[in-house]
């Protein structure tokens, strides 16, 4: 199974506002960047986002590490979801939960490891895709 590692982003100017999702694929000394917008939306949208565009463009099974500063999206995929699911997504009481169980979906076609890094803090592809996902959402354009 080939070992990739996707670091994640998302960014919104105003909270909700006009957003942006980028992230970074590795795999060996291949790299791609992706990034894209949504006109009104809010950052933790772009953050799910973010790791479903990356997940999503995988072609084949795969070891995966996640990497995202968003506590939202590490302790969301991690722990809550286990009561989402456990209690039958009981609708209007999760925020975002089309994005979580489109998430949860592409998690079941991968090995997923998710890891948290403090963002702002000099891990240059974190740094990268900020800036990625900063840039498309105030010119609310897209990598595709």
Known sequence: MKKVQIITDGACLGNPGPGG?????????HSREMFGFSPHT???RMELTAAIEGLSALKEP????VVTDSEYLKNGITTWIHNWKRNGWKKGQIKNQDLWQE???LTRIHQVRWTWTKG?????DNDRCDELATTA???QRSSA
Do not use: K, Q, S, Y
């Not at 999702?21 to 000394?29: E, T």
């Not at 795969?62 to 590490?65: D, L, N, Q, R």
């Not at 702002?120 to 240059?124: D, V």
């Open 137 to 139: 959402a105030r010119l």
């Open 62 to 65: 795969c070891e995966v590490e």
């Open 21 to 29: 999702w980028a992230c970074i694929l590795r795999f060996g000394p």
């Open 42 to 44: 809010t950052n933790n």
């Open 120 to 124: 702002h803090a000099g891990h240059a």
């Open 103 to 105: 998430l949860d979906r």
